[in-house]
């Protein structure tokens, strides 16, 4: 159950995703002809064009890349807890990558990750991107051969939906329908690629990317009925360290 799972073991995750060039001009032409046949899966009027399209490109694996991973985690000190967060963000994603996998090789094997809507996107996400970059995936993302039951992986959406397969819930949703103050940004996810493309403003979307890691904690809490954090009990990361040179 839930509430059994040694919180510190939980690993909260969000990840952020751009299409892979700043336009469809900018790819490889053969590239540019299978996103095409791609695009004409995706369309639903006339007037898509594959350039348009390219919009929603950051979305696939094949397609996009990885720009920023944010994490958080729960450590007690004298029964004190304390959120701490940590990002990897770079505009060389080979180097983002290993960075993470470093992170997630020191910690212990007990480690489950979380993320709302992380078993369809986050989790395979972070793993075809890997492969891609030749890089060996982590024990805790690598599920070849393992049980169902030896996979480590939490998702606040399968956790909300009890059962129901019918629809999608929100994390912004889910968080105002539980109570939590989820914080209000000028940005969402679907204008991350013109902040990074266009703003070359790496460090505001990590600043965004950790607001939804916390509200994945929040969630995690009030569904495991536990007393959810307080600004004062969040640990944030100096944004400067990070890489935002575009």
């Keep these: 159950m839930l509430e059994n799972i040694y919180l510190e073991n939980i690993l909260c995750l969000d990840i952020e995703t751009v ?12 590239l540019k002809l299978l996103w095409n046949r791609k695009a004409s899966l995706l369309r639903k009027s006339e007037i898509e064009s594959d350039d348009f399209l390219y919009q929603r490109a950051g979305i696939y ?10 994490v958080g985690f729960i450590k007690f000190n004298n029964h004190f807890r304390k959120f701490h967060l940590q990002s990897f963000a770079d505009i060389d994603e080979s180097k983002l990558l290993l960075e993470f996998k470093k992170f997630l090789n020191n910690r212990d094997n007990s480690t489950i990750l979380c993320a709302h809507n ?8 972070i793993s075809r991107r890997m492969i891609i970059h030749g890089i060996s995936l982590p024990d805790v993302l690598n599920l070849h051969g393992k049980k169902p039951w030896e996979i480590q992986h939490l998702d ?3 956790l909300w939906k009890f059962g ?3 629809n999608y819930t929100p994390l ?3 968080a105002y329908i539980l109570g939590i103050n989820s914080p209000k940004d000028d940005i969402d996810g679907s204008k991350v690629a013109d902040v990074y493309y266009k703003e070359n403003n790496l460090l505001r979307i990590v600043e965004y990317c950790q607001k939804d890691v916390i509200t994945v904690m929040q969630v995690l809490l009030r569904l495991r009925q536990e007393n959810i954090l307080n600004d004062i009990d969040i640990i944030s990361p100096h944004l400067n360290s990070l ?3 575009l």
């Design 19 to 30: 299409p892979q060039y700043k336009t469809l001009e900018y790819c490889p032409d053969n």
């Design 61 to 70: 694996a094949e397609f996009g890349k990885i720009i920023c991973i944010s």
């Design 118 to 125: 992380g078993k369809e996107f986050d989790f395979p996400y």
């Design 156 to 158: 606040s959406l399968e």
């Design 164 to 166: 129901d397969y019918k």
């Design 172 to 174: 912004n949703l889910l």
């Design 243 to 245: 890489n935002p040179a």
